[in-house]
């Protein structure tokens, strides 16, 4: 799919526009309005199965693959880093409408110990629950759906959160409004929300209270130019409409490092939304230009 037609078929999916069949919501909660179950799901930069299109485009100006894989760690521990400390401290001033859960894979101890220290590092701990994504499964293992699936579920068991959001790592600077409008959208009963990505694929999904995760992710094809159309599709076969919020962009491949690098090498320091992900690509700029300007 090129761009023309990924902005004919998404231009659909206007804000609010009611899609599909009369929604098969499971029965809610009609006493007072429950907190949302904020999702972020991280894969740890280990063992070179972290980022690998974006690992493969960098060997070209590396004088090793360990050289490779130490740029991956350090913009997966900077991206996750401004990405915790931003929406703790956006969400713990919400007033506890968001109970926050930090969703790590492979599910092993290497893994939660790394986790574990990025949250204490960013003094955040208090404010983000570690899990597991299921032990019987990894994110090679499995389909991202049914890690997704599995995590949403969990999050609103052990919090009784209403609704859920989930992001990933992929875009560091996603403003906290991103955040907000999603959660305001999905407040509203059988209303979805999705922040599109500019390379097909999607930043953010808030999914409404009774929303089935099983049905909400069947059959979306991912990592394709599609994606974002194909959770939308999977939406309306769950019977949701879907609410198309501002398109963002993530960081897969070399290119987009670098257009991150550009939206984020004019900030200022002390008002920088990254300040992590900004030191770390500033320090990448001075010890291996070409990667960032090539």
Same mark, same amino acid.
């Given at each position: 799919?090129?761009?023309? +037609?990924?902005?004919?078929?998404?231009?659909?999916?206007?804000?609010?526009?009611?899609?599909?069949?009369?929604?098969?919501?499971?029965?809610?909660?009609?006493?007072?309005?429950?907190?949302?179950?904020?999702?972020?799901?991280?894969?740890?930069?280990?063992?070179?199965?972290?980022?690998?299109?974006?690992?493969?485009?960098?060997?070209?100006?590396?004088?090793?693959?360990?050289?490779?894989?130490?740029?991956?760690?350090?913009?997966?521990?900077?991206?996750? /880093?401004?990405?915790?400390?931003?929406?703790?401290?956006?969400?713990?001033?919400?007033?506890?409408? =968001?109970?926050? =859960?930090?969703?790590?894979?492979?599910?092993?101890?290497?893994?939660?110990?790394?986790?574990?220290?990025?949250?204490? +590092?960013?003094?955040?701990?208090?404010?983000?629950?570690?899990?597991?994504?299921?032990?019987?499964?990894?994110?090679?293992?499995?389909?991202?759906?049914?890690?997704?699936?599995?995590?949403?579920?969990?999050?609103?068991?052990?919090?009784?959160?209403?609704?859920?959001? =989930?992001?990933?790592?992929?875009?560091?600077?996603?403003?906290?409004?991103? /955040?907000?409008?999603?959660?305001?959208?999905?407040?509203?009963?059988?209303?979805?929300?999705?922040?599109?990505?500019?390379?097909?694929?999607?930043?953010?999904?808030? /999914?409404?209270?009774?929303?089935? +995760?099983?049905?909400?992710?069947?059959?979306?094809?991912?990592?394709?130019?599609?994606?974002?159309?194909?959770?939308?599709?999977?939406?309306?076969?769950?019977?949701?409409?879907?609410?198309?919020?501002?398109?963002?962009?993530?960081?897969?491949?070399?290119?987009?490092?670098?257009?991150?690098?550009?939206?984020?090498?004019?900030?200022?320091?002390?008002?920088?939304?990254?300040?992590?992900?900004?030191?770390?690509?500033?320090? /990448?700029?001075?010890?291996?230009?070409?990667?960032?300007?090539?």
């Amino acid at each position: 799919m090129n761009a023309m +037609e990924w902005v004919q078929s998404l231009a659909e999916y206007s804000l609010g526009r009611m899609v599909g069949a009369p929604s098969p919501l499971r029965k809610t909660n009609s006493g007072p309005q429950r907190a949302t179950a904020l999702v972020l799901l991280a894969k740890y930069p280990g063992a070179g199965k972290s980022k690998t299109r974006l690992a493969a485009q960098l060997r070209p100006f590396c004088a090793s693959d360990d050289a490779v894989q130490a740029i991956i760690a350090n913009f997966v521990r900077a991206a996750t /880093l401004d990405l915790l400390q931003r929406f703790a401290a956006a969400t713990a001033s919400q007033g506890g409408g =968001f109970e926050c =859960f930090l969703t790590y894979a492979p599910p092993t101890e290497e893994a939660r110990s790394w986790f574990a220290s990025l949250l204490q +590092e960013g003094r955040v701990e208090d404010r983000w629950r570690l899990q597991p994504v299921l032990s019987s499964s990894s994110a090679a293992s499995s389909s991202l759906g049914d890690i997704l699936c599995d995590a949403g579920q969990r999050a609103r068991a052990a919090r009784g959160c209403a609704r859920v959001s =989930f992001l990933g790592v992929d875009c560091p600077d996603l403003p906290l409004e991103a /955040l907000l409008a999603a959660a305001s959208a999905s407040s509203a009963p059988g209303v979805a929300a999705v922040c599109p990505a500019s390379d097909g694929g999607y930043t953010l999904l808030a /999914l409404p209270e009774g929303a089935d +995760e099983r049905l909400c992710f069947s059959d979306v094809r991912w990592s394709a130019g599609d994606t974002c159309l194909s959770q939308l599709q999977a939406l309306t076969r769950a019977g949701l409409t879907s609410a198309v919020l501002e398109t963002h962009s993530d960081v897969d491949e070399l290119p987009d490092l670098r257009a991150l690098w550009a939206r984020l090498a004019g900030e200022p320091d002390s008002t920088s939304q990254c300040p992590h992900t900004r030191a770390m690509l500033a320090a /990448l700029a001075t010890s291996a230009p070409a990667v960032l300007c090539g």
